[in-house]
C-alpha cells in the first residue's frame, strides 16, 4: 500500500507561485510515473503534469511554460512549480503515483492522493 500526500497549496494572486509537493511513503520498490492532475469545481479531472522515473515529462497545454514538475526518485517525491497563475488554475491538485510496485515482481498500481486546494485570485 502506498500513500500519497500533497502539500503547498494556497490562495495566491493572479501572476504568483506556488510549488506544490507530494511524499510517497508505504512499502515502494519503484514507482513508474507520477503526476499532478487539477479538478475545477463541477468539472472533470484533468492531466496537469507528468513525469518518469527517467524524468521524461508531458504537460497540458494550458500549463506549457507555466509550470514545472520534477520529482526526487531516492525519496518519492514530485513537485509542481507554478508560476504565473491565472484565476482559471483555480482547481484541487491532485498527485497520481502511477505503476507503483512493492516489490521487484509486485503488480503495479496506481495510487492518489486527498488533493491540495490552488485558489488564484483576480
Known amino acids: 500500500q502506498v500513500q500519497l500526500v500533497e502539500s503547498g497549496g494556497g490562495l495566491v494572486q493572479a501572476g504568483g507561485s506556488l510549488r506544490l509537493s507530494c511524499a510517497a511513503s508505504?512499502?515502494?520498490?519503484?514507482?513508474?510515473?507520477m503526476g499532478w492532475y487539477r479538478q475545477a469545481p463541477g468539472k472533470q479531472r484533468v492531466l496537469v503534469a507528468t513525469i518518469t522515473s527517467e524524468g521524461s515529462t508531458n504537460y497540458a497545454d494550458s500549463v506549457e511554460g507555466r509550470f514545472t514538475i520534477s520529482r526526487v526518485n531516492a525519496n518519492n517525491t514530485v513537485y509542481l512549480q507554478m508560476n504565473s497563475l491565472k484565476p482559471e488554475d483555480t482547481a484541487v491538485y491532485y498527485c497520481?503515483?502511477?505503476?507503483?510496485?512493492?516489490?521487484?515482481?509486485?503488480?503495479?498500481?496506481?495510487?492518489w492522493g486527498k488533493g491540495t486546494l490552488v485558489t488564484v485570485s483576480s
Open positions: 497520481e503515483a502511477d505503476g507503483a510496485r512493492s516489490w521487484s515482481a509486485g503488480i503495479p498500481m496506481n495510487y
Open positions: 508505504g512499502v515502494i520498490f519503484s514507482i513508474n510515473a
